[in-house]
Structures are given as structure tokens and as C-alpha cells.
């Protein structure tokens, strides 16, 4: 491997790709450590003449595209992290595109973009940044308003907050309560290691910290993985698993601590086969490793919790204790306004009117990350699709709106469901309204399509 050029992972079906067929879609992947299933399948499948070609990228330093040779040698400090940056993400995907469009000999095609999360951050961004690359963006659950002085810091754990209150309001307050027990055990003689004892620990605590923020995860992942049938994206979980969790807490035996209640409730997530004797509160099973270094860099998302509204402990937001904790572990010193600076966010309206086009905002509001995404129609080619536990709308109003509004159009009408479910891929148990949001997907994507072609072909007839 030459110095500064390192294999960037990347990967198609045949099956998706047919004689004739003159388009190609790109999967802008998340953070994670392998290559999941495609992130488009539903809408491949759903428009069979629209693919030659669904190519997934991985982001460098995620799963196996590692700089450097390893992941070791990547992440040894902040010198080899340094490349770790959503901009240059951004042109290894637009180098791919160009490459590959040469390659298939289909310079001419019209590229789409598909992102969910992170990814779908980057594919709006990459439209925005690189629109003569790609015609659209299906960018969904992408919170790029989560950034300083956009939305609330409170807005993500009032959210997952409200997931589990929606399901129990008494499994809401055990867990509200929880904290309190949790820290006045852990201050006693011996507290500590009663606490490892209680939740199955691998290795006797230190502190308490380690413990928190391995059930603060829990409860923040839930939510957003809150889908209505099994799945296997960050956790092998059942359908609707903060409802599983919530019978869990609330009917745990009588006599049980409120720190069993809560154990027995974060087993379904962090157990739920069976097959953990042990847990291992450092054990990053998500792949987060190269997150973290995001978000002490660039991707720093403000956020805070409400006494009154969150079951989290309340706390503000401290940027001086994040960038001394960044500090600490990365070497590195924040950027809190880089990312808007580079790509808007700040009266984002106005951006996206004068500089975008063909991009959709899907989201759930059940999606804890929904509060930092776009939720309003921006212009007829910019358009939020937002999902309420029914049927899926055009959507026009802010987050603290939404749930008040009862709006139709030629689109259908309210609807809410967890994270991206509408980019995984599709299965019989879909409900109605799912299948619903994907086809009014496919139609507004097959729409840019048919409008470049006429482009194109009055460009060859002039």
C-alpha cells in the first residue's frame, strides 16, 4: 500500500442490475463495522428498471475501509484520526461515483443517493455539496439541525423519554426513579460491588459513571430501534422492544429493588438471546469507536436533559466540560460550528430554497433523532415526509407541532414510526403505512429521474 492511499471497501449485487437498465443508486453507509444488508433493498426491488447497480460504501475508518492498513494503526491518535472527517467521506463517495459510472460505461445516468442516520446526513449534504454527482437524496432520520443554537439540547432525551411513557407511564417513572437508587448504592460500603453483582458484571465497577451511561445508551438505542417486529440492526431485539422492556420492569417479582426492575428491563436489549453470562460495560458492540472521535471534532451535538420532562437525570449542557473531556481522550479541541459553517444548518430554510433540490427528509417522530431534522416542506422538490403511527403525509410543521396537526393532502395523512425504518429492507410484516411512505418515496424519486431524462434528451436534441 502506497503512503497516503488506502482501499476503500465497497460492494454491489448483480441481482440488482439489469441489461439495459441506465440508473444507479448509492447507499451513503453509517457508522458500524460491517456492511449491512442494503440499506435500499425495499426501493431496488419496488422499481426493478431503475438499477444498474446498488453500490454500498462504507465511510473510511468504519468496517474494513481502514487507512493505514489497520484499525489499530488508524485510531493510534489524533494525527492518524485526523482524516476522520465527513468532508472527505463526502469525496471518497463522489470519486466512487464518477469511477464506477465509468466503469459500467453509464456516464449519463442519473445517480441517487439513500442515507439513513449519519448516512442520510451525508447524502443530503453530498446533494447540496456535490449536486452535478447526484441528481437526489433520500436522506432519513438525518438530524442535521442537531447542532448549537438550532433545536433545544433537551429535544433527544425528551423523545426517548416519551417512547417509554407512551408505553407505561409507571415504567417511565421506575426509570426516572432509578438514578437516584443507582448512586445512593453505589455510595455505600461495598455498594459498588453489590451494584456489579445486580447487573451481571463482568468486572466489579469503579464508579458508578460506567454504569450509567451503559443503561443511558440502552434506553437512547431503543427508542430509536423501536420497530414493530424483530430485528437485528445494533441488538438482536423483538418487535416493539420498548414495550417488551416496560413488561419487563413492571412485572418484575414482588420484592424485587427498583435496580432489579431495571436490569430485567435492559436485559431485553443487552440479552435477549440468552447468551450473556456477563456483561462488559466497555465493550463497544456498536462500532462507535470512530463516532466518538466525530463527535469531539466536528459532529458536536449539544444535549441536555429536563428534570420536568426527561426519566434521564437532569443536566445542562456544558461545552466546557465536553471539550476538556475531548481533550482528554483525543487530544483534540472541538469545532461546535464547523459543520454548519461547511454546510448550512442556521436558518436552514433559506439554504435549502437557494441551494438545494430533490432531497426528502423522512423521519419518525417516535425517532429520537427526529427533533433534529428537517420537518417542513422547504420548497415542491425539498419535502418532509414525517410518520405517525397511521399513515404517511407531506409534512409543514415544527417537531412540538407535529403531534397537534392533522393534516392531508394528495399524500395521505398523519404517521410515526423509530429509526430509517423505511430504508431497511422490506418484509411481510410491514405494516400499511409503511408500504405507504415507501411508494410515495419511490414516486417522488422516480419524478427526478423522469425530469433529468427530459433534460437530457432536450439538451442532445438542441
Known sequence: MKPG??????????????????????????TGSALPVPAQSSFTAATKVTSNGS???????YGDSMPFGSKEEAYRNATTLSY??????????????????????????????????YGGMLAAWMRLKYP?????????????????????????????????KRESSSCFDTIKNSWNALTSEGQKEDGLKQLSKTFHLCQELTSVQGLSDWLDSAYSYLAMVNYPYPSNFLMPLPGHPIREVCKKIDGSPAGSSILEHI???????YNYTGEVDCFQLDDDPHGMDGWNWQACTEMVMPMSSDRNTSMFPAYDWDYSAFREG?????????RPRWI???FGGHDIEHVLKSFGSNIIFSNGLLDPWSGGSVLKNISETIIALITKEGNTFRSLLLLNECDKSRVSDEYGYAVAC?????????????????VEQRATEIKLIQGWIDNYRKKMKATFEI
Open 340 to 342: 454548519t459553517t461547511e
Open 263 to 269: 436490569f430485567n428491563g435492559v436485559s431485553v436489549y
Open 5 to 30: 492511499i488506502f482501499p476503500n471497501r465497497w460492494t454491489t449485487s448483480a441481482s440488482w442490475t439489469s441489461p439495459g437498465s441506465d440508473n444507479v443508486t448509492l447507499s451513503t453507509l453509517n
Open 326 to 334: 475531548c481533550q482528554e481522550d483525543f487530544q483534540v479541541t472541538p
Open 418 to 434: 423509530a429509526h430509517h425504518i423505511d430504508l431497511r429492507a422490506s418484509s411481510t410484516e410491514d405494516p400499511d403505512w409503511l
Open 84 to 117: 476522520l472527517t465527513a468532508e472527505q467521506a463526502l469525496a471518497d463517495f463522489a470519486v466512487l461515483i464518477t469511477n464506477l459510472k465509468k466503469n459500467l460505461s453509464a456516464e449519463g445516468c442519473p445517480v441517487v443517493l439513500f442515507g439513513g442516520s
Open 132 to 164: 452535478h454527482i447526484a441528481i437526489g437524496a433520500l436522506a432519513s432520520s438525518a438530524p442535521i439541525l442537531q447542532f448549537e443554537d438550532i433545536v433545544p439540547p433537551e429535544t433527544f432525551y425528551n423523545i426517548v423519554s416519551n417512547s417509554f
Open 55 to 61: 453500490p454500498l460504501t462504507p465511510h473510511r475508518y
